[in-house]
T-cell receptor, first 113, second 114 residues
Framework: NAGVTQTPKFQVLKTGQSMTLQCAQD?????MYWYRQDPGMGLRLIYY???????DKGEVPNGYNVSRLNKREFSLRLESAAPSQTSVYFC????????????FGPGTRLTVL | GENVEQHPSTLSVQEGDSAVIKCTYS??????FPWYKQELGKRPQLIID?????GEKKDQRIAVTLNKTAKHFSLHITETQPEDSAVYFC?????????????FGKGTTLSVSS
C-alpha cells in the first residue's frame, strides 16, 4: 500500500503558467481533499470531493480547479499561476467508515516566480 | 462556518517537562477533534483524536481533553523528549459524513531542548 501519493514533489513556475498537481490513493477511500499550507496559516482547504463525480469548494478556491478523475485520483489545476499561489500543497483522503480521519500525501512544494 | 483558534503559536520546554496546547472552536455542531504532528518537511500525521462523546483520551505520553460546553480542547504531552519537537495542529470537524472537511488551527511550534 503506497497510501496517498502526490506528484510532483517540487515545481517552479513563472507567473501565468499553468500546471496540474496529481494525487492518487490506493486505500479505496471515498473522499479526497486538497489543502494549501502557508507559514503561520495552518492548512486551508481549497477543494474537496466527497465521492467520485462530485467536487465542492473549500475555504480558498479562487485560482484553482479540480477534477475527480476516478475513485483513486483527484487533481488540482492552476490555470494561470500567481506568486500568491506559492505554497505547499497537500492532498488527503478519508475512508467511508471513518470519514473524518484524514490521511495526507507527502506534499508538493510549489514556487511561482 | 467553523473557526479554530490555537494557542500558543510557539512553545519551548525542557526535556522531561510537560507541554500543553489549547484550541477553541466556534461551531457547536463539531464533534470530531484530531491532533496532527508535522515534522519539518514532512506530511501531517494524526497522533490522537477525540470525539464529542468522551471528555479525555490518553495514548502513552499524550492525552487530549475536551470541554464541549466551553468549546475548547487541549493536547497534553508529558515527559517531553527532543523528538517531540515539531509543529502541532488541532482541527475540528462537524461530522462523520463523507466529504466532511477539517478546519485547522494555525499550528504550534514545540521545541524541546535537552
Amino acid at each position: 500500500n503506497a497510501g496517498v501519493t502526490q506528484t510532483p514533489k517540487f515545481q517552479v513556475l513563472k507567473t501565468g503558467q499553468s500546471m496540474t498537481l496529481q494525487c492518487a490513493q490506493d486505500m479505496n477511500h471515498n473522499s479526497m481533499y486538497w489543502y494549501r499550507q502557508d507559514p503561520g496559516m495552518g492548512l486551508r482547504l481549497i477543494y474537496y470531493s466527497a465521492s467520485e463525480g462530485t467536487t465542492d469548494k473549500g475555504e480558498v478556491p479562487n485560482g484553482y480547479n479540480v477534477s475527480r478523475l476516478n475513485k483513486r485520483e483527484f487533481s488540482l489545476r492552476l490555470e494561470s499561476a500567481a506568486p500568491s499561489q506559492t505554497s505547499v500543497y497537500f492532498c488527503a483522503s478519508t475512508r467511508i467508515d471513518r470519514a473524518d480521519e484524514q490521511f495526507f500525501g507527502p506534499g508538493t512544494r510549489l514556487t511561482v516566480l | 462556518g467553523e473557526n479554530v483558534e490555537q494557542h500558543p503559536s510557539t512553545l519551548s520546554v525542557q526535556e522531561g517537562d510537560s507541554a500543553v496546547i489549547k484550541c477553541t472552536y466556534s461551531d457547536s455542531a463539531s464533534n470530531y477533534f484530531p491532533w496532527y504532528k508535522q515534522e519539518l518537511g514532512k506530511r501531517p500525521q494524526l497522533i490522537i483524536d477525540i470525539r464529542s462523546n468522551v471528555g479525555e483520551k490518553k495514548d502513552q505520553r499524550i492525552a487530549v481533553t475536551l470541554n464541549k460546553t466551553a468549546k475548547h480542547f487541549s493536547l497534553h504531552i508529558t515527559e517531553t523528549q527532543p523528538e517531540d519537537s515539531a509543529v502541532y495542529f488541532c482541527a475540528a470537524s462537524p461530522g462523520n459524513q463523507a466529504g466532511t472537511a477539517l478546519i485547522f488551527g494555525k499550528g504550534t511550534t514545540l521545541s524541546v531542548s535537552s
